[in-house]
Structures are given as C-alpha cells and as structure tokens.
C-alpha cells in the first residue's frame, strides 16, 4: 500500500521561506510522478508544482521564481522549498502521486492516484 506523509509545514513570516516534505513509502518512488497542491479555506485545491520521475517540473504562474520542487529517489521524498512566502501562499498543502504515468507532467488532482493528509502553511503579515 503506498503512502504519503507530509512535513514541514507551519508558521512564518512574510518573506521567510520554508521547505515541504513527503516521504513516499510501499511503491516505486523513482518511477512516480509527484505532485504539490494546495487548498485555502474556501477555495478549490489546486496544482503548485509537479515533477516527474525524471526531474521535469511545471510550476502555477504564482509561485515561479519563488518556490522549487525536487525529488531524492534514494530517499523516497519530494521537497518543496519555498521562499519570500507571501500571506496568500497561506494554505493546506498536499502531497501526490501518479503511479501510471510518471514520465508525464501532471497537473489536474484527477490524474494523481495516491494523496497525503496535509500539512498546514501559514504566511503572517
């Protein structure tokens, strides 16, 4: 059974940065497509960046420049490094994976089959 756990998230101040976490465990991470949404109260989840298995990304247009996906398949675990975190980026933030098609950048949450439960970012003004 595979399973994503999160870490990483919680408070910081306008500007500061933070990095994400997701350890995947019982699949073949390497051969996986990876995935960061996130979701604000209210609003729909959404893509922030994707990767594939081999290190292709994709990032949402407000994010570019500022956050940096990668993947360490010998550690089973995709990061997101976030930087001059703005109050908007305040969000849950989840972690995916797409075991089918991993040579593909995914970008819609129909197309990711396995989710983490979530880690809270908070963005202070």
């Known amino acids: 059974q595979v399973q994503l756990v999160e870490s990483g998230g919680g408070l910081v101040q306008a500007g500061g940065s933070m990095r994400l976490s997701c350890l995947v465990s019982?699949?073949?991470?390497?051969?996986?497509?990876m995935g960061w949404f996130r979701q604000a109260p209210g609003k729909e989840r959404k893509l922030v960046a994707a990767?594939?298995?081999?290190?292709?990304?994709v990032y949402q247009d407000s994010v570019k420049g500022r956050f940096m996906l990668s993947r360490d398949n010998a550690q089973n675990t995709v990061y997101l490094q976030m930087n001059s975190l703005k109050p908007e980026d305040t969000a849950v933030y989840y972690c995916?994976?797409?075991?089918?098609?991993?040579?593909?950048?995914?970008?819609?949450?129909?197309?990711?089959?396995?989710w983490g439960q979530g880690t809270q970012v908070t963005v202070s003004s």
């Open positions: 990767i594939t298995r081999s290190g292709s990304t």
């Open positions: 019982g699949g073949t991470f390497s051969s996986y497509g």
């Open positions: 995916a994976a797409d075991p089918s098609f991993g040579h593909l950048l995914r970008v819609a949450l129909r197309e990711y089959e396995y």
